[in-house]
């Protein structure tokens, strides 16, 4: 008998506002965000430079508060999650350069196992699984003694995935980790992210500059514009238009046949 998976909803926005706080004032960032991811996609956010896009995966991620409206992990409010709870649910991949390169790669995936292990950091013999497991998935079994220092831009991205793998977590959150990479290692990237999420039920978010790769690899997009906010597959996005409204249409022009940008000449 064939037996059907039901994916449940991993990731549910609501009414978001995302900003800052200061001692004098509260500015808005993006407000309005609405949309909701089920286990095992991968989707991208998109959107112009300083549109909010960092600032909402951070928000999301629970390394800044927001302003208002709810997030729901895994169906919980993201409010009654405790910490560790939160670590071992949802892991969180930024842009900020490594304090440790010192570390091996080994040991820096280990970290991600940070959530499971004792006080004194003794890793057991499910840490030393998953940490190998991790190495598997993102082909590191030959740079994995290699001094984090030593590895290339490329390399050092999937370390950080390795790490998030290791961590274990339903939900990943990554700010574009395919920033510096030539245009060979950002599909290859995306392409990893794209079977991970399908062959492991994860759910993964990435911020991106890379909409045509997204169009062509995630399951979702959600398109963050001044104002306003589209979120669906990417074929539903084309036919409404969302891709053409994007940027200045006398810079660059959206060809829905091929999914693809032209320069204005
Ligand atoms: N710590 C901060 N305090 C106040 N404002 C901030 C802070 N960090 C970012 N901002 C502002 O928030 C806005 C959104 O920034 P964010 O980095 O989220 O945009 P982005 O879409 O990720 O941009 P990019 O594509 O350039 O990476 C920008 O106007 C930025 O100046």
């Keep these: 008998m064939n037996k ?3 994916a449940h909803t991993a990731l549910k926005v609501k009414d978001l506002s995302i900003g800052y706080f200061s001692k004098k004032s509260t500015t808005v960032i993006a407000d309005g965000i609405n949309f909701q991811l089920q286990q095992g996609e991968l989707a991208a956010i998109i959107g112009v430079n300083g549109i909010g896009k960092s600032t909402l995966l951070r928000t999301l991620g629970n390394v800044q508060a927001k ?7 895994d169906g919980k409010d993201l409010k009654s999650y405790t910490p560790i709870e939160m ?7 930024l842009t900020e350069p490594l304090a440790s390169k010192n570390l091996t790669v080994i040991e820096l995936i280990a970290l991600g196992r940070q959530p499971y292990t004792n006080w004194i950091g003794r890793l057991s013999e499910t840490d030393k699984t998953k940490i190998q497991e991790a190495i598997g998935m993102v082909g590191l079994q030959s740079l994995k003694n290699k001094k984090c220092y030593e590895l290339s831009d490329g390399q050092l991205q999937r370390v950080m995935i390795a790490r998030a793998l290791a961590q274990d977590t339903s939900i990943i959150l990554l700010d ?4 510096h990479l030539d245009l060979h290692h950002k599909v ?9 999420a399908h062959k492991t039920s994860k759910t993964i978010l990435v911020t991106s500059h890379e909409i045509e790769m997204a169009i062509q690899l995630c399951d979702k997009i959600l398109i963050m514009n001044k104002g306003s906010h589209e979120f669906g597959e990417p074929c539903e996005l084309i036919q409404k238009k969302s891709f053409e409204r ?3 249409s006398d810079t660059v022009t959206f060809d829905p ?3 693809s940008f032209k ?3």
């Design 4 to 6: 059907k998976i039901i």
């Design 67 to 73: 302003l208002s409206g709810s997030i729901q992990l």
């Design 87 to 93: 670590a071992s649910t949802i892991s969180v991949v």
């Design 176 to 179: 574009e980790p395919t920033s």
């Design 188 to 196: 290859q990237i995306l392409k990893l992210l794209k079977h991970i």
């Design 246 to 248: 994007l940027f200045p």
């Design 257 to 259: 046949k091929t999914g």
């Design 263 to 265: 320069i204005k000449k």
